[in-house]
């Protein structure tokens, strides 16, 4: 019996010898997770294409909900003069405007330049960064300015131009258009702007200083810009332009008549509002969750 017994374990031992590498994948319990062990190369690539499709998806999602920022061509421009004998005399046809302080004393240099915006294709929200953009002309030597923004209702808000499109010298009388004397911004010798009739009109946006000659693109942006815009109630933000130089320096900007894409413009940028932030989360979300149903 022993014999029989030693014969049988020396039989048993020499077949698993022989089929030792079968037997051991047979009979030892498999890995805990046999989908990551034989397939991890293929799963590592799924998890990636999952991740990259994810983040296309949420900012796909988050581009859509922010409405882009918005360049606006100006829609009037014009400049008035407080030199005798040109105070009824609208310049909406010029290829320039003309920004010119004369000093105090002399209102035969005194020109103040309008700057006219149709606000109503925008449809972006709260605005932040906003940038007016004037592209010089001639005649500035590091002149100041001082922007102001034209409140709602106030006087030359909604300043008329005219129908002269040409470039040139063009000066028109028609009594219906801006002029020194009904702009509601003329003063007298010995005067300043705070002066006019309608200064409670204007909102102070901020200065540029320096502004040189030749082609130059002037970029003026500021918080109060921002706010002048975001309580506009009307569709319409025009700007006035005051020399503060008294040198008697003009400070020419080029009017849209002057040729393509010469005139003022300004550009309106967007703050993304909350609801663009959930939809964003909200897609990420949903991407993760389709994730875990994968796995």
């Known amino acids: ?54 983040m ?66 925008y449809t972006g929200g709260t605005i ?42 063009n000066i028109e009388t028609d009594p219906s258009l801006q002029t020194w004397n009904n702009s509601g911004y003329a003063y007298g010798n010995g005067d300043s702007l705070s002066d006019s009739a309608s200064f409670g009109d204007l909102v102070n946006l901020g200065s540029m200083t320096g502004v040189n000659t030749g082609d130059v693109t002037v970029t003026f942006s500021s918080a109060a810009l921002d706010t002048f815009l975001n309580n506009d109630g009307n569709n319409i933000a025009t700007f006035l332009l005051f020399n503060t130089n008294g040198t008697g320096n003009i400070g020419g900007f080029k009017s849209k008549e002057n040729g393509t894409n010469t005139g003022a413009t300004l550009t309106l940028v967007p703050v993304p509002e909350p609801s663009s932030f959930a939809l964003m989360f909200g897609g990420l979300a949903l991407c993760i969750a389709a994730n875990r149903r994968k796995r």
Request: proline share 3%; aromatic share 10%; charged share 20%.
């Open 56 to 121: 296309l998806a949420t900012g796909s999602l988050f581009t859509s909900a922010v409405a882009a920022p918005i360049t606006l061509d100006v829609a009037a421009d014009n400049w008035v003069s407080g030199a005798s004998g040109f105070r009824d005399k609208h310049y909406g046809g010029w290829d320039q405007i003309s920004v010119q302080n004369g000093d105090s004393n002399n209102n035969e240099k005194e020109r103040v330049g309008f700057f006219r915006f149709d606000l109503s294709p």
């Open 1 to 54: 019996m022993e014999n029989g017994m030693d014969h049988c374990c020396h039989f048993c031992k020499s077949s698993i010898t022989k089929k030792k590498g079968r037997l051991k994948s047979a009979f030892e319990p498999p890995p805990e997770d046999n989908f990551h062990t034989s397939n991890k190369g293929a799963y590592m690539l799924n998890n990636k294409k999952l991740f990259i499709t994810t």
């Open 128 to 169: 932040s960064g906003a940038e007016l953009q004037f592209l010089t002309n001639s005649q500035l030597v590091s002149d100041d300015f001082i922007i102001y923004g034209i409140s709602d209702g106030g006087a030359s808000e909604n300043f008329g131009e005219g129908v002269t499109t040409t470039a040139g010298d």
